[in-house]
């Protein structure tokens, strides 16, 4: 699991677009956004993956690795649930997962400009070298939407990227 952070504008935004997050899904005791959070430190659950049933609406900006389809699998889960999930990703549209997860059970919201994530080992924010999108698994999603905000520009961020 990478110790990344979601900015706190943005996280705050989606917070509010949602009327407040249950649980920061993917964290630990350095990172967190919310509590309370499941991963390593928690008092609640050190892996989300084990918890049968979130709390929700939940937050969730997971790690991009090889493992990040356990985490797309189990927000289906939770959406199947009932529960809503409000996800953070790597806006990867040519790979596998993207067209069996995300295409099919969520509302995609395309972010302008790249996620200054917070990396604790370095002093400045980390700029991926992908876009991100923010994926909604709400339940009885009708499948459909898409959209793209420039969050950088509402939120009044400094924008990394340059029109052309």
């Known amino acids: 699991m990478t110790d990344w952070q979601t ?41 989300a993956l084990s918890v049968p049933v979130w709390l929700s609406p939940a937050f969730v900006n997971p ?27 790597p806006a990867n549209t040519e790979v596998r997962w993207w ?12 972010l302008v400009g790249r996620v200054p994530f917070i990396d604790p080992t370095r002093t400045r924010p980390t700029q991926p070298d992908h876009g991100s999108a923010i994926c909604l698994f709400e339940p009885n999603y009708l499948g459909g939407a898409v ?8 939120l009044n961020v400094q924008h990394d990227y340059q029109s052309k």
Do not use: C, M
């Not at 993917?26 to 499941?38: F, G, K």
């Not at 090889?66 to 996800?87: D, M, N, R, Y």
């Not at 995300?102 to 395309?110: D, G, K, M, R, T």
């Open 147 to 154: 959209g793209w905000w420039d969050w950088k520009e509402r």
């Open 7 to 47: 900015p706190k504008e943005l996280y705050n935004e989606l917070e509010r677009w949602v009327g407040g997050f249950a649980v920061d899904a993917a964290a630990n005791s350095s990172n967190h956004l919310h509590t309370p959070w499941y991963g390593p430190g928690s008092d609640v659950a050190e892996d």
């Open 63 to 89: 790690p991009y690795g090889k493992g990040i389809v356990g985490w797309l699998a189990k927000f289906v889960e939770q959406q199947a649930l009932g529960h809503t999930v409000v996800a953070l990703l």
């Open 99 to 110: 067209y069996e997860y995300a295409v099919p059970y969520a509302s995609i919201i395309f």
